[in-house]
């Protein structure tokens, strides 16, 4: 039969350490909205000279951060270059369209996965509009 085990290591087995660096300062950075409904989470452009790109696994942060009690909306803040910020969403919330939030930013994407792009800010500066645009969202 199929083994359980193998399957898992298949699929999430033979990281670098690296990535569990990312993860675990990923993690350590997770911001709390409103009951904890939203969490945040950054990446710096410093954190990316020290983790290489292979490593950043960012898609384990939103799988632990979306199945917390409570938790409807992760995001990823990742500051690319000084002139660029990407923002990644994910939810399991079938009242929430991402897609749609992220179109009011000029991106896009799926109800439960989507994202967009900021130029000239700061990751501080798109965290607060990112909390600010969940309040009504959230129901706040």
């Given at each position: 039969g199929v083994s359980p085990?193998?399957?898992f290591f298949d699929i999430n087995g033979n990281r670098k350490f690296d990535t569990m660096t990312h993860t675990a300062r990923a993690i350590s950075r997770?911001?709390?909205?409103?009951?904890d409904r939203l969490?945040?989470?950054f990446d710096t452009m410093k954190d990316f000279e020290e983790v290489p790109k292979e490593c950043r696994n960012i898609d384990l942060v939103y799988q632990l951060a979306l199945s917390t009690e409570n938790v409807r909306v992760i995001a990823a803040v990742?500051?690319?270059?000084?002139?660029?910020?990407t923002v990644g969403l994910r939810t399991r919330d079938e009242n929430?369209?991402?897609?749609?939030?992220?179109?009011?930013?000029?991106?896009?994407?799926?109800?439960?996965?989507a994202g967009f792009m900021v130029q000239n800010s700061t990751v501080e500066a798109v965290i607060e509009s990112i909390v600010e645009g969940f309040r009504p969202v959230l129901g706040i």
């Open positions: 085990n193998k399957v997770l911001r709390r909205y409103y009951g969490l945040i989470t990742k500051e690319e270059n000084p002139e660029k910020i929430i369209d991402l897609g749609k939030f992220c179109a009011g930013f000029g991106g896009g994407g799926h109800r439960k996965a």
